[in-house]
């Protein structure tokens, strides 16, 4: 069944379009009331990202929380990884990040945590929804029984010390030239700060937000710029967040982009060496590149696919007891530190064995030579994904890639496009493919009708 507000992260839309001061108000008094179990002074924690419209959902999500007789922890600009953190370590009943994530800023959202600090299960936000569509009127508390809100001042060194606890013991950054990229998100502050604690010389951009500019040329959407910095500055690696900072990109001392498949596969055999894989394997999606699957197995780790969306990962994760997985994106889930992905507790995995090897990054962090891989977003109605006509062209592509390479075409769960995908050894035949697709769908099903 297709739902009204939750998408594959949360909520997600056009601050004031979809994400409007009304919404916000009902998503915290239908998830307040939802989660409002005992007799306890229940409270919730709230953290966002840099956007302006932040100030605007947070203070209407206050008044819905405090209308159901929540109290609200506000942390302020905070990384997505702190809030499902300070969740669980504050004992709050619920989290609530405010971030859209890598999107512009003109876009927000809303993600829900439970009080375990993972992401609500599909049946949890199915409930919003309904009561999101009743009359809570009948519902709110009495004058007295009301909610109280209070801002927290020490979140930034809390998460600061948590992440600098996932470094292996007696091992520091020093030494180490590091150009951080924060998107001039929610970890501009927290990141520079943990890097230069664990010794490094860092060099920060995307540290000066305005409330517009969060992704804007910069962070992990947008690598260039990270680029440019460590050749400027002959650094020896660079890390890219994202705007809510759950996820990161790398580049090595060279210029060299390291996606999430890479990072994995760098975390993934360290892990294997040290006896602290829970299993030999770990989970991704099915956006991950074949390389990487590849290069697994002749380790005699297997590789778990997933629908694209770390909530996705996560919850395969739990189910078959692995403590690793991610998106090639750059979500990376470490279950044995958070409950969801965290970009600079990854990155810092990643220096560690940079430090253990003592070889450039770009040895370290080239595990495979990924297959040629395609990936485009057309605007285009997402109902053609059911046409019969489709389905048959899709068909034919597959045919022509034949069994070394793979096609993927689904809907994007965050914005209003349609991604086709297409990787395989042949190059200009995976272009060709993915050109041929996206051409039909463009088209609005002319082509389609022409097959």
């Not at 490094?200 to 540290?207: C, D, K, L, W």
């Not at 780790?301 to 997933?306: A, L, V, W």
Request: charged share 25%.
């Amino acid at each position: 069944m297709a739902r009204k507000y939750f998408g594959t992260d949360g909520i997600r839309g056009r601050a004031n379009g979809l994400i409007t001061p009304d919404l916000a108000m009902k998503v915290g008094q239908a998830t307040g009331l939802l989660f409002q179990r005992g007799d306890h002074r229940h409270r919730v924690v709230i953290g966002k990202d840099t956007r302006l419209s932040g100030y605007m959902i947070e203070y209407a999500m206050v008044g819905g929380f405090t209308s159901v007789g929540m109290d609200v922890l506000l942390l302020g600009p905070v990384p997505t990884p702190a809030v499902a953190m300070l969740t669980r370590s504050m004992r709050a009943d619920v989290g609530v990040m405010i971030s859209a994530s890598h999107n512009s800023f003109e876009d927000n959202g809303i993600k829900l945590f439970g009080p375990d600090g993972f992401k609500l299960s599909d049946e949890m936000e199915a409930e919003i929804e309904r009561l999101l569509d009743c009359d809570l009127g009948t519902k709110l508390s009495k004058s007295r029984a009301l909610g109280r809100a209070k801002r927290i001042e020490s979140v930034h060194a809390r998460y600061v010390e948590f992440a600098k606890r996932t470094m292996p013991r007696n091992l520091s950054l020093e030494g180490l030239r590091i150009v951080v990229d924060c998107a001039n998100g929610a970890a501009y502050k927290v990141a520079p700060e943990a890097l230069w604690e664990l010794g490094a010389e860092v060099f920060s951009i995307g540290i000066e937000p305005d409330g517009f500019n969060i992704n804007h040329n910069v962070g992990s959407t947008a690598p260039d710029a990270l680029v440019r910095k460590v050749r400027e500055m002959r650094a020896d690696i660079g890390i890219a967040l994202d705007g809510d900072a759950d996820r990161v990109l790398m580049v090595d001392e060279k210029g060299n982009v390291i996606d999430g498949d890479q990072i994995m596969a760098v975390i993934a055999q360290s892990w294997m060496e040290d006896g602290r894989l829970a299993k030999p394997g770990l989970v991704t999606t099915v956006m991950s590149n074949l390389g990487l699957e590849r290069y697994l197995a002749g380790m005699g780790m297997e590789t778990i696919r997933t629908a694209v969306g770390d909530r996705h990962v996560l919850e395969r994760m739990r189910q078959g007891g692995y403590n690793l997985g991610g998106e090639q994106s750059g979500h990376i889930i470490l279950s044995d530190y958070a409950t969801t992905g965290d970009g600079l507790v990854a990155a810092l995995q990643v220096m560690a064995v940079v430090k253990r090897r003592d070889k450039p990054v770009s040895e370290v962090c080239r595990r495979f030579d990924p297959l040629p891989q395609v990936l485009k977003s057309v605007r285009a109605d997402t109902a053609l994904l059911k046409d019969p006509a489709l389905a048959s062209l899709i068909e034919k592509q597959k045919a022509r890639l034949g069994a070394s390479g793979r096609l993927l075409i689904r809907a994007s769960g965050t914005e209003p496009v349609i991604r086709v995908m297409g990787e395989g050894d042949n190059k200009d035949l995976v272009e060709t493919v993915v050109d041929d697709i996206c051409a039909a769908l463009t088209s609005g099903g002319t082509a389609l009708a022409a097959e």
